[in-house]
C-alpha cells in the first residue's frame, strides 16, 4: 500500500529538511516485541541523516539489531551503552559514524547489555544514568538523538524515558495492538510526575499495515480515534525488504529505497521533521 501523506508536507524536492530548534531526543518504546521498535528507529533516524539532519542512534537492547542494522560493531571486547551506564565511561569514546551514511552515528549495544537490568539496581540515581551520559555529550552537532528501546518496562526503558524530550510508540495494525499499551503509558505519566516532567508522547506510528485487510483498518481507525494528531498520517506497511535489509547491515533506505517500507518511512521521517513535536 502507498504511504499516506500529510497534506502540508511537502514532496521530494525537499532535500534538507528543517533542523529543529535544539536535538530533539526520542525513545522508541513499546514493551511489546515484534512491533517494529527496532525497524521504526533504525529507518526513522536513516531517513533523517539522508535529508540533511544529524542523528545519533542508541541501542538500548541488548539484542543489539539497531547496531547490527547499522553496520555497526557489537561483539567481543567493544565498548558499548553497557559501559557507559554501569562504568561510567563517556558516550563519545563508544558512538561510531555508520558507515556510507555521513550524517548517522551509533552508540552499540552488546549482549552485555542483559546484564545491566541487575546491575543497575544497585547504583546511585539509577533510572539517570543514560541522561546523565548524553547530559556530559556533546550534542551542539546533533539535531536528533534516537534511543532504541528493548521490549520491556524494565529499568533500561525508564533509562531511555528518563533520558528523552519524547516518546515514539511503534503499534502494529494486528489484533492486540492497543493490549498493554496502557501500562505503558502509565509508566510514561509517572516518570514525568516525578522523574522528567518535560517528556511527552510526541508520535504514534502505526505499523505492519496490510491493506488487504479489513482489520488493519480498523485498529488504524481504532488508534486514531484514541491519540487523534499525535498518529503521523503515514502508516508503514508490511514489506519483507524491511525484514531483509538488517542482514546485510543497511538500513531499508539504503537496501531498497524504491521499496514500499523505505519510501513509508521515508514520508513518517519527513512528517516528524516537518511537524512540531506536541509539547505542551
Not at 502540508?8 to 522508541?28: F, H, L
Not at 528523552?164 to 501500562?183: N, R
Not at 542482514?247 to 521533521?273: C, F, H, K, L, N
Request: glycine residues 6%; negative net charge; contains cysteine.
Amino acid at each position: 500500500m502507498a504511504a499516506a501523506q500529510a497534506g502540508e508536507v511537502p514532496r521530494d524536492g525537499d532535500s534538507t529538511w528543517p533542523r529543529p530548534s535544539k536535538c530533539r531526543v526520542i525513545a522508541v518504546a513499546n514493551q511489546k516485541g515484534g512491533v517494529g521498535k527496532t525497524t521504526t528507529s533504525v529507518n526513522i533516524a536513516a531517513a533523517l541523516s539522508m535529508h540533511g539532519q544529524r542523528v545519533l542512534v542508541v541501542d538500548l537492547d541488548p539484542q543489539g539489531n539497531a547496531s547490527t542494522a547499522l553496520a555497526t560493531e557489537h561483539r567481543g571486547d567493544v565498548k558499548d551503552v553497557y559501559q557507559v551506564l554501569v562504568d561510567d565511561i563517556p558516550m563519545a569514546d563508544i558512538v561510531k559514524p555508520v558507515p556510507d551514511m555521513p550524517n548517522l552515528y551509533c552508540a552499540p549495544a552488546t549482549i552485555d547489555l542483559a546484564g545491566a537490568e541487575i546491575e543497575l539496581v544497585s547504583l546511585v540515581a539509577r533510572e539517570a544514568r543514560l541522561r546523565r551520559a548524553l547530559a556530559a555529550y556533546d550534542v551542539v552537532d546533533l539535531d536528533y538523538i534516537v534511543i532504541d528501546c528493548p521490549p520491556s518496562l524494565g529499568l533500561l526503558t525508564v533509562n531511555a524515558l528518563v533520558a528523552a524530550d519524547e516518546v515514539m510508540i511503534p503499534i502494529q495494525c494486528e489484533y492486540y495492538a492497543l493490549e498493554g499499551l496502557g501500562m505503558l503509558l502509565r509508566n510514561v505519566d509517572l516518570i514525568k510526575a516525578h522523574l522528567n516532567p518535560t517528556l511527552q508522547l510526541s508520535t504514534i506510528v502505526l505499523t505492519m499495515y496490510d491493506g488487504r485487510t479489513r482489520l488493519a483498518s480498523q485498529v488504524a481507525d481504532e488508534v486514531r480515534a484514541h491519540f487523534g494528531d499525535t498518529v503521523l498520517n503515514t502508516v508503514i506497511p508490511r514489506s519483507v525488504r524491511l525484514s531483509e535489509a538488517p542482514s546485510y547491515g543497511q538500513s531499508v533506505m539504503t537496501y531498497d529505497p524504491g521499496s514500499s517500507g523505505a519510501m513509508a518511512y521515508m514520508d513518517a521521517a519527513r512528517e516528524i521533521a516537518h511537524r512540531a513535536a506536541t509539547l505542551a
